[in-house]
């Protein structure tokens, strides 16, 4: 299956280099750039990509809004949007996660990383990107309001093992490689992140995650396993 890709970036130097990159890969195709939010969401329903490479800043409607936008119509395109950013810290990428972004890169990410990224968002997983993951929404959890209403009722039922599968998606390991280092298959570990999201009642890891240190079940100063 080939993976339709949108590149939506206001630096044509940008564009031009993700779209070698990506056009190398066999199972990749680039139908279209866009060098603003307005024009990539008018390029998304024209195009109907798989992933959208979704910019941050950008003149005119910025990726945030682009991001809100393209994911909050439910008679939209149903693609994913995976948001790049120059910055490790940046409140707009967390907003893009709270507006359903599957994830985000740092640009200076290595181009294998960016491929893996795409495969990952269009099979239907949330990217988190490790080095910065746990800093950008332990930060903006602390900063955004308490949350006002009782915590999700499923919380409590997680099982311990469960648990830990949690923990592992916020250290932004894949399901291949909590497999590994839980010694357990991949479709085990499907079934596991599957029944988390469905007990926290949300729609993607990323989603599991901010639950998880906004509860506190996930401590925001937890050190990794190494």
Do not use: W
């Amino acid at each position: 299956m080939t993976i339709r890709v949108l590149i939506v970036d206001d630096e044509e130097l940008v564009r031009t280099g993700l779209r070698l990159i990506l056009e190398a890969e066999p199972d990749l195709t680039v139908v279209g750039t866009a060098p603003d939010g307005g024009s990539g969401v008018a390029a998304a329903r024209r195009f109907r990509p798989d992933v959208v490479l979704m910019d941050i800043r950008m003149p005119g409607l910025d990726g945030l809004a682009a991001t809100r936008r393209l994911l909050g119509d439910p008679d939209g395109v149903p693609c994913k949007v995976v948001v790049l950013t120059t910055f490790d810290v940046d409140e707009h990428v967390y907003e893009a996660l709270r507006a359903g972004a599957s994830g985000f890169l740092l640009k200076d990410v290595p181009a294998d990383q960016l491929v893996h990224a795409i495969r990952v968002a269009a099979a239907g997983e949330a990217l988190l990107a490790p080095s910065v993951t746990r800093r950008l929404i332990a930060a903006f959890t602390r900063r955004a309001p308490a949350p006002t209403g009782p915590p999700p009722a499923g919380l409590a039922d997680l099982t311990s093992r469960e648990v830990e599968v949690l923990e592992l998606l916020a250290d932004g390991l894949s399901n291949a490689e909590i497999g590994r280092r839980l010694f357990v298959g991949e479709a085990t570990v499907k079934t596991h992140v599957a029944r988390v999201l469905a007990k926290l009642g949300v729609r993607d890891r990323v989603q599991a995650v901010i639950v998880a240190f906004r509860t506190g079940l996930v401590p925001v100063d937890r050190d990794p396993p190494g």
